[in-house]
């Protein structure tokens, strides 16, 4: 998040929520957006194609074609710029290639948008002239904008939407994606990426190589490493042979599990490090306990940045051990001899080579979090980001034509299925199916389907149907609302009993991240006889 | 400012300050029920009452602004005579069973009883009775304990934003209900059991950790939601080098996110710790079945294996996952073991699922 | 002196209350063309004069009241409190018959002081047959222009006794439960949505276009001179004329039940009268000769009210009645507060202990101390008045008491 999470309750006179169901997936954000909204009249603007909890007490709910989110970012945009809304000023002294969007944008009329992304034209107007007209506009948004093959390209549509109308940088404002696990922000500013050392100092770079060659005392690869779902197809295809998977279940979480688990079984050596024996673990060769929680001392990083302390309360039980020591200990069993006391040591290391960490000392957490960047130890933290300027100085404007997604429905599989998230589970399970009140309350997966839908097929609330893809075919029980439009269906992927990412596709990717379409694919659904 | 004598102590307050927190301010511990700092005021408990002379009636100090020259009693006979049978009255219809109670030792009605030596009810009579089994599997509502204080109505209302309770019916029958008086799970409600953090007695507890453990055995360590990227701060409670439960610090300082704040996954959601598959040795296949190991024989058993494919297959045959579950410090590690261990850039999380 | 004084019910069953031109014929609306040429403040300065105290049962001056809206940018209301819960009370409900359209002008006088546009009348849900009158009479003063663009709207309500209280019947309005609200910030400031609100009642409104055709010294020439004008009656119980009456305010209350009232019924010998309504005090016999307006009747630690008078004969049985009025009190907590919520419930408990002669001194004694913390601690005046019966009997009848304890 460009900003933080109590400006949502606070400051923002005009909260944009796309592509995220927050009360669920982030309800403690959620609740400041309600509170917001009812008690200091923030406007809420929600765009979803599925009429969430929040689009209930939305000002202008747009309800949308799935993946069609960077065309309705443009007709917004192109009535902001038609009306002439836009920030001039902000365009004009921070900003940059605001001619070039214009130009892509100005094709985009609500008319046109309208026939595209099925929202009424005079919505995309409504929305357009409340967002613009904001004192403080803030703009959030999760998975439903990123979990599509044209995710890099959704992301660049909100930033240009915040650039358009001058919501950076100030309180109440930004471009706030909300993480979906607890330290994704954390993983990424620790460099647990294929093409970033920590603080996202690029490998490429050749300067920070170095810098790290000469703090690791080693040698870096600089060949670009593969991201996740490319790891997955690597190894299928037989050029990745061993797997290293701390804390993840492939086998769950990843598009195509038929695929998945094809690929991991194509593996020379599968190593999983976890606290179950997860759908993953059950296929590896080598597995080592780590510890939860509840058990370590260290760091998270939320989604606004703010880095806090996880504090031991309890001691592992049999011969679990730290996970930061197994994994020293395989560094040097790897040819690497290393040693560190504790995890505020490897901490301090970290602050010594990631310049927005430097100022954080596990001291100056002790009671309350820090906003990175803290480059010192007397910078307070940054709570706002871009506030003068933009990491790069000038905003950069993007020029982002709308795409379909991969695969659409046909007459073979006629109906759109995205996966998703639901309150009361967390990601592939593992935790919450052995939280027994979480998973007494939801212990199957459920797919929601529209009314009309479910009557053309014979299908009664609760009863079991069929959901195939060109990929495979789960069987799970039907939840029949009008909270989605005839053409959708909508599932959760927590369920390894019935998992969603057996539908999904993991063949077209977004090209820069590698984001699977979880969004969008195309799906028949039937009832079981 | 405005000054005003408090127990005979001189104090000075700025114009708009509660009675309440002047009292405070002078030294004075003001009994509360229904007084919550952060919630919407309800001034109904009326334990909080003191005496301020040239008033008819005591005064609620946490809905009476503060007045210029005010002279007030805090203890005067008036006032904790009120609160005597203020509490009398609430012990005559509450199921009083201390002994089995989840709240013992953090109950306000307790606490407030042993205060001003309340022992029994002289109104010992009928009193009307609600138990009902609720079946969901997160909140206990026991409302013969409840003391109608509302604040769980306003917590729910206030916080959350949810709406799924409210009082009920009139008088003594009054009491804390959902909408057609159902189950919770029938309504709004989401189970973020921010009714049980504000509950100042018995009345709602959280069913994960019934006969777990209670509030003076277990210690709390405050530490960050393991789950999502929300970041709130929670208290394990920790008794007997295990956890029995989560509440939450409500001190924005602490918790500075959420302020105590938590939705079902944090509050409810933390027994996956120990429970009973959890891994607890090493594992290595053999013979198409995982078998346990020590941690020598699987540490090297996974680095000889992987430097064999290093060896034949060049380091950027090998990839690593990290986790987005796990801390900086361990994805940090993580990525320079693949790094500099391995020698691939192969090194990735889950950040896109 | 042992007339009616009438002012409010002078044309009662002469003019239609629907009917505006009927009103205006007797001399009506002429009080509001002469508030609304009168500038704000001066207006508010007439009422003052006038001494015109809130005929709801707190006695507040109504000009004082008003004094206190701010005007500022933001809208204010004008609440008219009809809904005379009290049982034996109905004199509201007589003027609004009789004279609906004075209460009509009342209103619109109250906007014109505070600057308000927006009216309303909550009306006790047991009336519906009023409210077709108010609304019809409504109407037709909108149509005949003697509203001008004051607007007026009836909402009923919802039968509970509680929501005569102010803030519990704003409460109401605004759709929510029928609870009060601590005070401050009293209506006057934050009332209605927020926002400044006079509430007052029926009388205090059907009182402003007399004093302001009449003028504030007419007014405060009638009567007690710190509680002038006139106030209606309404007399029930063991009396011969069971109906209302409209007297000067130093009318003394014997004259009030043996003059207007023609006596007790059946020639019996009156015990006891309770003035006010359902939480007055019983006055004994020998405290009649009390003019009944506010103070005086508070010097005699009972209290005018809503003007209800409730007459009991030599056979009635105290304990009884107030073992009844106490069922009346538990049933109409809201319960909302401690005291009020458990006290009603325990007070009546032991009142019908001490009526089936089983209780004994100690009861008493818990019975006292409970009058005693309810008066001083309850939230609102229902759970504050609802033990002065018990007080007030245990005080002047504590014969009847003893009696029946073992
Ligand atoms: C329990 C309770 C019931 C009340 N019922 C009424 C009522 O029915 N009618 C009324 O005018 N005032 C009633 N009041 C008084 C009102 O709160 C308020 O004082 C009155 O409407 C103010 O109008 P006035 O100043 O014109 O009397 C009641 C007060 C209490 C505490
Ligand atoms: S359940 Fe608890 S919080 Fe709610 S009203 Fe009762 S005592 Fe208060
Ligand atoms: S308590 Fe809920 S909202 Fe807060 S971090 Fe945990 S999962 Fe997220
Ligand atoms: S005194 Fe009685 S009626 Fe008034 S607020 Fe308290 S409970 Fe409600």
Redesign the pocket.
Known sequence: MTNTIEELEKDATVIFLIGTNTTENHPVIGYKIKKNVRENGAKLIVADPRRIELAEMADVFLQFRPGTDVALLNGIMNVIINEGLQDKDFIEKRTEAYEDMKQVVEKYTPEIVSAITAVPAEDIVKAARMYAAAEAGSLCYAMGITQHTTGTDNVKSCCNLALLTGNLGRPGTGVNPLRGQNNVQGACDMGALPVTYPAYQAVAVEANREKFEKAWGVKLPTAKGLMLTEAINAAYHGDVKALYCLGENPMISDPDSHHVEAALKKLDILIVQDIFLTETAQMADVVFPGVSWAEKEGTFTNTERRVQRVRKAVNSRGDARQDWQILSDMTTRLGYPNSYASPEEIFAEIRSLTPSYAGITYDRIEQTGLHWPCPTEEHPGTPILHTEKFSRGLGLFHAVEFKEAFELPDEEYPLILSTGRQLYHYHTRSMTRRAIALDTHRPENQVQVNQKTAAKLGILNGEKVRLTTRRGSIELKAQVTDILNEKLVFTFFHYGEAAANVLTQGEALDPIAGIPEYKVCAVRMEKII | MLKLTINDKEIEVPRGTMLLDACQQAGADIPTFCYDPDLKLAGSCRMCVVEVQGRRNLQASCVTPCENNMIVDTESANVVEARKIILELLLARHKLNCMVCEKVGACKLQEYCYRYDVKESRFAGEAAHFTREDPNPFIERDYDKCIMCTRCVRACEGITGAQAINVKDRGHHAKISTIFDGKLADSSCVFCGQCIMVCPVGALTSKVSMGKGRPFEYEKVLTTCTYCGTGCMLELNVKDDTVVGVTSNRDAQLSPVNKGALCVKGRFGWDFIHYKDRLTTPLIRENGQLREASWDEALDYAANRLNAVKAQHGPDSIALFSSARVTNEENYLAQKMARVAIGTNNVDHCARL | MAEEQRVLLKYADQIDPKIAEDYIKVGGYKGLEKARSMDRKALIEEVKKSGL????????N?GM?WSFVPILDEDRYV????????PG?YK?RIICEKNAQALLEGMAICGAAIASNHGYIYC?GEYPFVVETLKEGIQSAKASGALGDFNIEVRMGAGA?????????IESIEGHRGE?RFKPPFPGVAGLWAHPTV???????ACLPYILTNGAEWFAGIGAAKYPGTKVLTLTGDVVNATYFEVPTDYNLRDVIYKLGGGVKGGKKLKAVQVG?T?GAFIPEQNLDTPIDFDSMSAIGASLG?GAVFVMDETRDIVDIVTRISKFFEH?SCGKCNPCREGTWRCREIMEKINAGKAGQKDIDNLMILSRVMKNAAL???G??APIPIDSTLQHFAYEYSCKLN
């Open positions: 105290r809130g005929r709801g049962g707190a006695g507040f109504a009241k609440v008219c409190n009809f809904d005379e819960g009290e009370t509201d006790r006794y509680v929501c005569g209280e102010e803030t519990a019947l009060p509430v007052n009642n029926v009388e205090t409104f309504g939480s809503s109409e609102c005046g229902l504050q008045a």
